[in-house]
């Protein structure tokens, strides 16, 4: 899988002959429910593989369906000027995946342990080369453990969903430059978690004291 480039390079908006951009097909699908079926066509196996890389296969079923059974209630909300529905349903899956913040904390640091048993690996942090070696990396997965939701929320869309900071900003509500605020902090705490000397003990969330 390719990462987002630093440059938050824009993606390209979803088209093709079984209906045109996502926007044109949602605005169709408001007289034509089946025509929804085309976006899920669309993105049911990347929402799926986002899903189940933060929360494991198991949920990711169950919490796909949900965010494809609710961006298709809200189809009539949604504004047609935008052609690519990819902040979308990323937004409503981020959300879903909110309500298990302790459940992903616990799979983090379940990978930590299982994986600080394993030879020891190299480790990037998300979106600077190699997020899919998490669950190989005890420091790394442990590291995103501890980081606050929020932030962790802006870093695993942009190197897992592979979204560019406009639509990281659309599908999680806040401006850009809280995407690139956060996403920086991010970095820096991970950072500093993987050069910490005792860096295979899974770490516990930080208090979210701070509003950035």
Known sequence: MTLLPDNGAAAVPATGASGGSDGSVIERSWERPDAFAVIFDRYADDIHRYIARRLGSDTADDLMAETFEIAFKRRRRYDPAHPHARPW?????????????????????????????????????????????????????????????????????????????????????????????????????LR?????????????????TDHG
């Open 192 to 208: 500093k978690a993987l050069a910490a000397p005792d860096r295979t003990a899974p770490t516990a969330p930080e208090k979210e």
């Open 89 to 189: 349903l990323y937004g409503i899956a981020t959300n879903l995946i909110g309500r298990h913040r302790r459940a992903e904390a616990r799979r983090l640091r379940a990978l930590s342990r299982v994986a600080a048993l394993a030879p020891g690996t190299e480790h990037d942090v998300p979106g600077d080369g190699a997020a899919e070696r998490l669950s190989a990396d005890a420091p790394l997965a442990g590291a995103l453990a501890g980081l606050p939701a929020r932030y962790r929320d802006v870093l695993l869309v942009i190197a897992w969903g592979e979204l560019d900071y406009e639509e990281a900003a659309q599908a999680l509500g806040v401006p850009v430059g809280t995407v690139r605020s956060r996403l920086h902090r991010a970095r820096t705490r």
